[in-house]
């Protein structure tokens, strides 16, 4: 049986903090808030994860635990694999080497999901999968701390995706240790010549020699809130031409802030050009005439800025549940007159925009076209106040 694994509370983050970067730290939290019974405390929870006061948590095979706001105790139980189970997800890892590569560095690969599922696997929770509980007064299914407790989750898996199998019943060092008996092949590093039929090393016994080193563990990382100070970048008066120290100091600042992302997420976002301008407008100010696409960055990011410039067609429960949300949030009333396009809902002024992480963003109209206007909700009936 694996042993728990524990982690250090989070520090209190900004109200603009995202959760679960991650496709598989999404799909988390899309088990639990569609197995929410009161959105007003998923709002709630959201806006308590950021807060700083969710202890240390401590992730064991089924369960997630830690201790909130008046000693009250938080868990959330998931259902273990069963040794069946166990041995057709391993049939699947081992089925190809970039499954065992791609876990290794941290990564979950869709395909690899999609075949556990295809073998009966429920690695990723399903509506239901997720079972809160917590010693507070309240009855909400989750209460507020359980629901922050499973958004704070996501940033665990965001960084390791082997905190979920651990939840599953099984953790990285038994999984390493089942491909091990197996004598599982890896595939060659990038770039080798294996022209030769170079057998190479199956990818966790290297691990696992690496790990059995007699090496110092590595220093912790530097606190992810310190600021970074561009260095002072004045160019000398015989200087070549197109050397701009402003701009260097531009980069420099966007390399800590990339640095930083990595030690705290693992990985990059993969970003287009486009992204990747708008994203630097945002971070520094920088005066490129991207003033919409700015705004639609600094409130949801990359899928912020995708809702602002592309128009696309939900699947249709998605709206319904929406529109049922709507309804529930007006408490009876007749909500407000709505135009409907694709995923566009226009009310008056306001328009609200479903985008493809399953959030809604506020828009309102200027002279010039729509404009973001605040950061987005899974109820869109949160947002109509604008």
């Known amino acids: 049986m694996n042993a728990a694994r524990g982690f250090p509370a989070f520090p209190p983050q900004s109200a603009g903090a995202r959760f679960a970067t991650s496709w598989w730290g999404r799909a988390w939290i899309k088990a639990m ?49 069963t040794d069946a189970a166990w041995e057709r997800f391993l049939d699947q890892v081992a089925a190809k080497a970039g499954h065992i590569a791609a876990l290794l560095d941290r990564d ?94 199956p990818a966790a016994v290297a691990f696992a020699r690496q790990a059995q080193r007699d090496t110092p563990p590595l220093p912790e990382p530097p606190p992810f809130d310190v600021a970074f100070t561009p260095p002072a970048l004045d160019a000398p008066a015989d200087a070549a031409p197109g050397v701009e120290p402003a701009a260097l100091r531009v980069l420099a600042a966007s390399a800590a802030d990339r640095a930083r992302h990595v030690l705290r997420h693992g990985r990059l976002p993969e970003l287009t050009e486009h992204q990747d301008l708008v994203r630097l407008a945002a971070d520094h100010d920088l005066p490129l005439g991207l003033d919409a696409a700015v705004q639609a960055w600094r409130y949801g990011g990359a899928d912020g800025l995708e809702t602002l410039e592309t128009a696309w067609t939900p699947p249709r429960r998605d709206l319904a549940r929406a529109q049922a949300l709507l309804e529930a949030g007006w408490e009876g009333e007749q909500p407000p007159r709505m135009r409907a396009w694709r995923n566009r809902w226009t009310i008056g002024d306001l328009q609200l925009r479903y985008g493809r992480d399953g959030r809604w963003y506020p828009f309102t109209r200027r002279e010039d076209g729509w404009w973001p206007a605040g950061a987005p909700e899974r109820d869109p009936a949160a947002l109509i106040g604008l």
């Open 108 to 201: 979950m690969p869709h395909d690899l999901v999609q075949a556990a599922e295809d073998a009966a696997v429920p690695l990723l929770p399903a509506v239901g999968d997720l079972e809160p509980e917590c010693s507070c007064p309240d009855w909400g299914h989750p209460c507020k701390h359980a629901a922050a407790l499973c958004y704070q989750a996501s940033w665990l898996l965001d960084a390791d995706p082997f905190v979920l199998l651990l939840m599953r019943g099984r953790g990285e060092r038994e999984l390493i240790e089942a491909l091990q008996r197996r004598d599982v092949p890896a595939a060659p590093p990038r770039g080798e010549d294996t022209s030769q039929g170079s057998p190479g090393v």
């Open 33 to 81: 808030e569609d197995t929410s019974l009161d959105h007003g405390l998923l709002r709630k929870g959201r806006a308590y994860a950021k807060t700083g006061q969710v202890g240390p948590i401590t992730v064991s095979p089924g369960r997630i635990a830690a201790v909130a706001e008046s000693d009250y105790d938080t868990v959330v139980r998931v259902e273990q694999l």
